[in-house]
Nanobody, 128 residues
Framework: QVQLVESGGGLVEPGGSLRLSCTVPGSTMDGYASAWFRQAPGKKREGVAC????????YYADSVKGRFTISRDNAKNTVYLQMNSLEPEDTAVYYCARATMLWCEDSSPISRTDISVWGQGTQVTVSS
């Protein structure tokens, strides 16, 4: 069973930045696309970014486009979510995920039904 491990969450002031990391101990990121989701209290879990290891295709939710960047470091077998210009509305538990498909497209939102493996989640709180 593939296991995803997130890190990098924390408390940051509005306008600040955080970088989340996701690794796969004992395995690789090759093949199925990687994604980041988030879930705020009382809200549904939403997909915010997706990265295709096959062709580099990327999807961003409109709410984070221009502020968040998903990327991969092959040498470290790690997927990152760089979050800039953070807003209180970004406060949520963020989850790394492995998708059931190979590709991500900018025009195709990713949903929970597209995911086969979830990480444990890391809390991000944006507050002054």
């Amino acid at each position: 069973q593939v296991q995803l491990v997130e890190s990098g969450g924390g408390l940051v002031e509005p306008g600040g930045s955080l970088r989340l990391s996701c690794t796969v101990p004992g395995s690789t990121m090759d093949g199925y696309a990687s994604a980041w989701f988030r879930q705020a209290p009382g809200k549904k879990r939403e997909g915010v970014a997706c990265f295709s290891h096959s062709d580099g295709g990327i999807y961003y939710a409109d709410s984070v486009k221009g502020r968040f960047t998903i990327s991969r470091d092959n040498a470290k077998n790690t997927v990152y979510l760089q979050m800039n210009s953070l807003e209180p509305e970004d406060t949520a538990v963020y989850y790394c995920a492995r998708a059931t498909m190979l590709w991500c497209e900018d025009s195709s939102p990713i949903s929970r039904t597209d995911i086969s493996v979830w990480g444990q989640g890391t809390q991000v709180t944006v507050s002054s």
